[in-house]
């Protein structure tokens, strides 16, 4: 098992995904747009969302050993569920809520 | 309200639609999920002045546009080196009463600016409103479903121009959902500098602007390339590359960026600069071999979602402006005489095969897939390329005969003969279709 801190592959990090995350803008509803449908354990599938998701909204939960989805994060791309089509049903939040790219 | 068509999104491809059918009197609804339009959308970005003009021949006098690019840089780096190819062109220029041939654009602003274009000519843009689904009665596409209470929106005809998470044509199957291989994750910072900051580190002048390109081992293995372009007051850095070369390499896409920004030829460029925006989109790349079924009854797709992109040439937008039009110029005709079967509105396959759209699409459907194949060459090159250039630019007393003898020595030892000359062939077969 790995999770993103122990991935093979760690390049030079200096500004953390959580500082970069900070420069968004959201609109939230607090309403989650993203769903585990598959087997939450199933970490031969699910575990490079860890490290592939570019706003980190997946994390294993080291307790219950669930995927933890910090779906506030989202940047809306779409990859995890390009990545996990059949564990993640990801939709766009409503109408008007989430991420407004002042730049883009 | 009746409508003739309905657009889904405000992006490069929902835009050119709209602006094309307003202008030709049609009654547009576009239906925009962010509560304005662009700040959902995200590239890298540059636009091309002649896929743009042809839908607002003075653009460049009232959009927000950021700076001209007049020189154009590719990078090729090892671990250790960096072999630079640049090209400056005054022809790129702006002049007299004429765009630059190519523009970075920030489209939060841009997207904005383009959708008031279509609403100045009478498009009506419902924002803030997912659509769902589509309405399908007897095998016809004659509306949509939204997120909006009674959200169903009918019109004989139906555009979409959903971007690269085409959810609403994929359910109805107009094209799949791509794989992980087949669609590129890109990540990017906006970055703050003074204006003249930026002029001075970029050696360019007021209407001017530079782009990077940045191709081999910056990337750790993943196949595809990291850009820096130049705005007005921001600079663009990012880098892309595709979803299972994240995944599969253990990569975090924002972790490669740092070190792009780190990168000892990148980072001058960056001092001092403050982020202002971090923000990852992801780009179609499954190129002609995957093309959706672009024409139904009632409904037609362009853009992203219709994976109308060239990746090899960082070309997107002008895809996206150009389908959005035709698409629009066939609804015209399509409203005009009352047909929206899918055999009538297969013109708009026919305009697009005419245009440099899908004949580019097909000249280069076997480059990814050769790439996909073959990413040693992306890694293996570029060292050759390094180790040729360094063995020739180092003066150490060898004379020069000896030093190219030593180089191409070196260089065979790296890679075979026989083996060079069938890459090169084999690239040359893909790249020359």
């Excluded at chain 1, 968004?24 to 575990?47: M, S």
């Excluded at chain 2, 050119?16 to 339009?37: D, M, N, Y």
Aim: glycine share 8%.
């Amino acid at each position: 098992m790995k999770d993103s801190s122990d991935k093979k592959n760690s390049v030079t990090e200096t500004v953390s995904i959580e500082d970069k995350l900070f420069t968004i803008n959201y609109d939230h509803n607090h309403e989650t747009h993203i769903t585990c449908i598959g087997d939450p354990k199933e970490w031969e599938v699910l575990n490079p969302l860890q490290w592939t998701c570019p706003a980190k909204v997946y994390t294993k939960n080291q307790d219950s050993g669930n995927l933890d989805i910090d779906f506030e994060n989202c940047i809306e791309c779409g990859t995890c569920q390009i990545l996990c089509p059949d564990h993640i049903l990801w939709v766009y939040p409503k109408g008007g809520y989430g991420i407004r790219n002042r730049c883009g | 309200m009746n409508f003739d068509v309905i657009i889904i999104g405000a992006g490069a491809a929902g835009n050119a639609a709209a602006i094309t059918l307003a202008k030709g009197g049609a009654k547009v609804l576009q239906i925009e999920r962010g509560k304005f339009p662009g700040e959902k959308n995200l590239m890298g970005g540059i636009i091309y002045s002649s896929s743009l003009e042809e839908l607002v021949p003075d653009f460049w006098k009232n959009a927000p546009i950021e700076r001209p690019i007049t020189e154009q840089n590719y990078w090729v780096s090892d671990k250790k080196t960096v072999t630079k190819l640049g090209y400056s062109d005054d022809a790129f220029k702006a002049k007299t009463e004429a765009p630059a041939h190519a523009y970075t654009v920030l489209r939060s602003e841009f997207d904005k600016w383009m959708a008031g274009e279509a609403k100045k000519h009478g498009a009506m843009l419902l924002p803030a409103t997912v659509v769902l689904d589509l309405i399908v009665e007897e095998g016809k596409v004659v509306g949509v479903v939204t997120d909006r209470p009674n959200g169903e929106i009918r019109a004989p005809l139906v555009i979409s121009g959903e971007g690269v998470n085409a959810f609403v044509s994929w359910k109805r199957n107009f094209g799949n959902k791509p794989k992980p291989d087949e669609v590129a994750l890109v990540v990017k910072e906006v970055i703050e500098l003074p204006e003249d900051v930026i002029e001075d580190r970029f050696q360019i002048s007021a209407n001017e602007g530079a782009s990077y390109e940045i191709f081999g081992d910056i990337t750790k293995g993943c196949l595809g390339y990291a850009f820096l372009y130049t705005n007005r007051k921001t600079v663009s850095i990012g880098v892309g590359s595709l979803v299972a070369d994240f995944a599969n390499n253990e990569i975090a896409s924002y972790e490669l960026l740092e070190h792009v920004k780190n990168h000892k030829s990148i980072k001058p460029f960056l001092k001092g600069g403050k982020t202002i925006e971090y923000a990852g989109h992801l780009i179609p790349e499954g190129g002609y071999k995957k093309l959706p079924t672009l024409v139904a009854d009632g409904f037609l797709m362009s853009g992203d979602a219709a994976l109308m992109v060239n990746a090899v040439h960082r070309e997107g937008s002008n895809f996206a402006f150009v389908s959005g039009r035709l698409a629009g110029e066939v609804a015209l005709e399509a409203i005009k005489n009352k047909d929206f079967s899918s055999n009538f509105l297969n013109a708009y396959r026919k305009k697009l095969e005419d245009s440099f759209i899908l004949k580019d699409l097909r000249s280069y459907e076997d480059v990814f897939p050769f790439f996909r194949k073959r990413r040693d060459i992306l890694n293996d090159y570029p060292q050759l390329i390094s180790y040729a250039a360094k063995s020739l630019l180092t003066v150490d007393g060898t004379p020069k005969g000896k030093k190219k003898k030593n180089m191409v020595k070196g260089v065979l030892k790296m890679k075979s003969p026989a083996r060079i000359v069938k890459d090169l062939y084999n690239l040359l077969k893909v790249l020359g279709k």
